[in-house]
């Protein structure tokens, strides 16, 4: 994956911010909406594409388009630089391959430590009850 490649399929649009903040939210654009199209990008493989289609699937819209904001800056420029790094992260986590789980048996030891203190817990119960008077 080629993050200049990526950048360069990104769309950006400017917006008014939400919220309050006086005149100046107003009449300026500082909110900042990316949208990726995951479906025809050309910087990522097909069997990327699966991947990161399956991981981020209850993200992306039914165009199979990743949509991201940010505003947290009354700055376009921060708030650009911003999502562009959210995203890099988003599809760098979408794009890892999970370790195969290696099946593992329990040590002996760990085994007989276990039956050792269910054998305590047993007798510490068994000594609550009522001893037998026959």
């Not at 700055?75 to 921060?78: E, G, L, M, N, R």
């Not at 085994?111 to 047993?122: D, F, G, H, P, V």
């Not at 009850?129 to 026959?134: A, I, N, Q, R, V």
């Given at each position: 994956?080629?993050h200049?490649l990526?950048?360069?399929?990104?769309?950006?649009?400017?917006?008014?911010?939400?919220?309050?903040?006086?005149?100046?939210?107003?009449?300026?654009?500082?909110?900042?909406?990316?949208?990726?199209?995951?479906q025809?990008?050309?910087?990522?493989?097909?069997?990327e594409k699966?991947?990161?289609?399956?991981?981020?699937?209850n993200?992306l819209?039914?165009?199979n388009?990743?949509?991201m904001?940010?505003?947290e800056?009354r700055?376009?420029?921060?708030n650009?630089?911003?999502?562009?790094?959210?995203?890099?992260?988003?599809?760098?986590?979408?794009?890892?391959?999970?370790?195969?789980?290696?099946?593992?048996?329990?040590?002996?030891?760990a085994?007989?430590?276990?039956?050792?203190?269910?054998?305590?817990?047993?007798q510490?119960?068994?000594?609550r009850?009522?001893?037998?008077?026959?």
């Open positions: 994956m080629d200049a990526i950048i360069q399929e990104l769309q950006f649009k400017a917006v008014r911010s939400s919220g309050a903040g006086g005149q100046h939210v107003n009449k300026v654009s500082s909110k900042i909406e990316l949208s990726f199209d995951l025809n990008s050309s910087a990522l493989s097909d069997i699966e991947r990161a289609l399956s991981k981020l699937e993200r819209t039914k165009e388009i990743l949509l904001q940010c505003d800056s700055s376009q420029h921060k650009k630089e911003l999502v562009i790094k959210r995203f890099l992260d988003l599809i760098k986590n979408a794009l890892k391959v999970a370790k195969k789980r290696k099946k593992t048996k329990p040590s002996r030891a085994i007989e430590k276990r039956l050792k203190a269910k054998k305590k817990s047993s510490k119960k068994a000594n009850s009522k001893p037998d008077l026959d």
